[in-house]
Antibody, heavy 121, light 107 residues
């Protein structure tokens, strides 16, 4: 059974840093692109970042480029999102998602349960 | 960036009804469009990928159509668990983008 377990969220002050983790199991992790998607509670979905299966290429939304960094450890079946210089408008539930294929341009066929990041002074 | 305009933004219906949601893309996206359902308090779930392909295990009352810039999603015979929010999403080019969502409520 495919499982994605998101963790690392919490309350953080503006300008602070936080690292999210997503532990994957139940599939061949190194064969799939991985992504982060966020959602302000009660609002729409926003793609944040993607990393190809090998980890060799990464992609970001303009809203987080230069502040966030996605990475993966294919030996530990884990994907990370390092978030720096956090802003109030980064407050959201962050979901780890699996891409069907190795490239980010594919459907998100599995989602983690989400981890809430609250940026507040 | 490719903008996806979903309509309506909300919709009231009854169990057994047939409902259709549309998603219009600002640029041609071929057949690179998906549909997700998010139940209240839940996580989005992939229902349809590549415009019209039903994800494994998804009931056949869900269907999708379209190409280019105009797409539709239909539920034929609403069930209680279908009262939720639905999102379209394009994966033709980065940044990946979602429609604003359609909230389907009980009439």
């Amino acid at each position: 059974e495919v499982q994605l377990l998101d963790s690392g969220g919490g309350l953080i002050h503006p300008g602070g840093s936080m690292r999210l983790s997503c532990a994957a199991s139940g599939f061949t992790f190194r064969s799939h692109a991985m992504n982060w998607v966020r959602q302000v509670p009660g609002k729409g979905l926003e793609w944040v970042s993607s990393i190809v299966a090998s980890g060799g290429r990464t992609f970001y939304a303009d809203s987080v480029k230069g502040r966030f960094a996605i990475s993966r450890d294919n030996s530990q079946n884990t994907v990370y999102l390092q978030m720096n210089t956090l802003r109030l408008d980064d407050t959201a539930i962050y979901y780890c998602t699996r891409g069907r294929y190795g490239d980010p341009k594919s459907e998100f066929d599995y989602w983690g349960q989400g981890t809430l990041v609250s940026v507040s002074s | 960036d490719i903008q996806l305009t979903q309509s309506p933004s909300s919709l009231s219906a009854s169990v057994g009804d047939r409902v259709t949601i549309t998603c219009q893309a600002s640029h041609h996206i071929s057949n690179f469009l998906n549909w997700y359902r998010q139940k209240p308090g839940g996580v989005p779930k992939l229902l349809i990928y590549g415009v019209s392909n039903l994800e494994t295990g998804v009931p056949s009352r869900f269907s999708g159509h379209g190409s280019g810039t105009n797409f539709s999603f239909t539920i034929s015979g609403l069930q209680p668990e279908d009262f939720a929010t639905y999102f379209c999403q394009q994966y033709d080019r980065l940044p990946l983008t979602f429609g604003g969502g359609t909230k389907l409520e009980v009439k």
